[in-house]
C-alpha cells in the first residue's frame, strides 16, 4: 500500500511540473519582446493614419492600440493621467496653450502632417461673395482663431496689427475689417459641420478633420482654404522624457515612412498633407 501511494505521489508530481513547464513555456514564447503602445486620437484622419500603421509597427515589435476621442480635452487629460503613452490629434499652437493653460509636462515627439483649415459656406459659392456684416462662425477654441483669422487676411477680408505673432491672435488684434465681419465664436469645434450643414450664419471655419469626418471635402467643397505653409502640424504629443522611448521614436518614424505618407496623400487628395518636422 505505501508503494502504491509512493508511485502515485510521484505521477502526480510529475504531472504538475510537466504543467509548470508547459505554462513558463507559453509565458516565454509569446513575444516578451514585444511593448505595447497605447495612443489617443481624433477619428479623422487620426485614428485612419495610426490603424494603417499598425502592421507597419507590428513588424517592429510594437502593439499599438488607437483610443479615439471626439474632443479635445479628453486627450490631454488622459495623457497627462499616464492613461495613454502618446496622443496624436492637436497642432502645435494648441498644445502650447494647453501646456500654458493647464500646467501639462509635454513635449511634442514629431510633427505628422497639416490639416488645412477652411471656410465654408451654404450661401456663397466664393469668398468674395460675402456680403456687408457677414456673420462667420469659428471655433470658441482661442488656439484656433490666429489660425482662421490669418486664412482671412490672406484672402483680403480683415487686416491684423503689423507685428504681431498670428498663431495667437484674436478678434481684437484686427485693425481694417472691410465688410464690417462678425465673429461668432460659441461653439465647440466637433459641433461646426452640423452648424454649417443647418446653414447658420453666412460662412463656417472648420478644421479640415471634424469636415472629413462628416463628409465634407476641403478641396472642393470649401470657399477658401489654408495653404501647405501652415505651421499647425499635427503631432504626437508625449509626456517629457517620454520623447526619448524607443517605441516612441519607432512610431514617429513609421509614421514618416513612404508608406504612411502615400497613404495621407492618396486617402485624402490633398486635404491632409504630410509633414516631417
Do not use: W
Amino acid at each position: 500500500m505505501k508503494k502504491f501511494l509512493g508511485i502515485a505521489f510521484v505521477l502526480v508530481l510529475s504531472i504538475a511540473l510537466a504543467a509548470c513547464g508547459t505554462d513558463k513555456e507559453k509565458d516565454t514564447g509569446s513575444g516578451d519582446d514585444t511593448k505595447k503602445l497605447v495612443v489617443g486620437a481624433s477619428n479623422v484622419p487620426h485614428a485612419e493614419i495610426l490603424e494603417k500603421a499598425i502592421p507597419l509597427l507590428k513588424e517592429k515589435g510594437i502593439e499599438l492600440e488607437v483610443e479615439t476621442f471626439q474632443d479635445y480635452i479628453l486627450p490631454n487629460k488622459a495623457l497627462n493621467n499616464k492613461e495613454l503613452d502618446a496622443n496624436y490629434f492637436q497642432h502645435i499652437p494648441y498644445l502650447e496653450s494647453q501646456i500654458k493653460e493647464n500646467g501639462y509636462d509635454f513635449v511634442n515627439a514629431g510633427g505628422i502632417h497639416i490639416e488645412p483649415i477652411a471656410l465654408y459656406s451654404q450661401k456663397y459659392k466664393s469668398i468674395d461673395k460675402l456680403p456687408e456684416g457677414a456673420t462667420i462662425i469659428l471655433s470658441s477654441s482661442v488656439a484656433d482663431h490666429g489660425r482662421a483669422l490669418s486664412l482671412l487676411e490672406k484672402n483680403g477680408l480683415i487686416t491684423l496689427k503689423e507685428g504681431i505673432d498670428k498663431t495667437t491672435a484674436t478678434v481684437k488684434d484686427i485693425v481694417e475689417n472691410k465688410k464690417n465681419i462678425k465673429f461668432d465664436a460659441d461653439y465647440e469645434a466637433a459641433l461646426l459641420p452640423k452648424i454649417y450643414e443647418s446653414g447658420e450664419g453666412d460662412a463656417v471655419l472648420i478644421n479640415s478633420n471634424y469636415a472629413i469626418d462628416a463628409g465634407l471635402n476641403p478641396l472642393k467643397d470649401s470657399i477658401a482654404i489654408e495653404d501647405s505653409e501652415s505651421p499647425y502640424v499635427n503631432v504626437i504629443a508625449v509626456n517629457k522624457g517620454d520623447e526619448d522611448k524607443e517605441e516612441i521614436k519607432t512610431l514617429v518614424e513609421v509614421l514618416h515612412s513612404k508608406e504612411i505618407q502615400d497613404f495621407i496623400l492618396e486617402e485624402y487628395e490633398g486635404a491632409v498633407v504630410p509633414a516631417k518636422e
